[in-house]
């Protein structure tokens, strides 16, 4: 199998979903030779990392939340026609439309409406919130499956949107 893994905020220093994704790529690196894994990497931590043989690190220098990796990822994802891609954040390419499965580690951002933690103007936070919301609508509609790392985030998604609860798994962080 073809699998691509999004590691665009590998590490420590993207908080908790850097240190989720080094932790995941870690132990697939130790406990899966059979596969075949592509991982999307940042500049910054691309010449520094090295994986057993059956991982291929693929140059992705797209920020998240940007026009360039609206328009560009799915250009880079189809190239290598994976399986599977794994994001392990809720921000799907909106133009990409092969099959994914994405982790969502919680719907913080679906609570707080009111931009008093932002530095952007409320109009242009309104505009962002809404890219939020279509790109989350992607990640749980069109996902093949959704890992949550806890039951009380799989309710809260379940909650916001009518899906199959057979869909999300919950996955323990740690």
Not at 60 to 89: G, T
Not at 135 to 150: E, H, L, N, Q
Request: charged share 25%.
């Amino acid at each position: 199998m073809r699998v691509i893994i999004d590691a665009r905020l590998y590490g420590p220093k993207h908080t908790g979903n850097g240190r989720y994704t080094q932790n995941l790529i870690k132990e697939l690196n130790k406990v899966d030779t059979k596969n075949k894994y592509y991982v999307l990497l940042r500049k910054e931590n691309y010449d520094k990392l090295t994986f057993s043989q059956n991982f291929t690190k693929i140059l992705a220098d797209f920020k998240h939340y940007s026009f360039e990796e609206q328009f560009k990822l799915p250009f880079v994802l189809n190239k290598v026609k994976p399986d599977l891609v794994h994001f392990p954040h809720f921000n799907i390419p909106l133009f990409y439309f092969g099959k994914y499965i994405v982790t969502i580690h919680d719907l913080i951002m679906h609570k707080f409406t009111s931009g008093a933690a932002t530095t952007r103007t409320f109009p242009i936070y309104q505009i962002w919130r809404l890219g939020y919301h279509l790109s989350f609508a992607k990640a749980v509609y069109g996902s093949t499956r959704i890992i949550v790392p806890s039951k009380a985030v799989k309710n809260e998604v379940l909650d916001y949107y009518k899906i199959n609860p057979k869909k999300v798994e919950v996955t323990y962080e740690g």
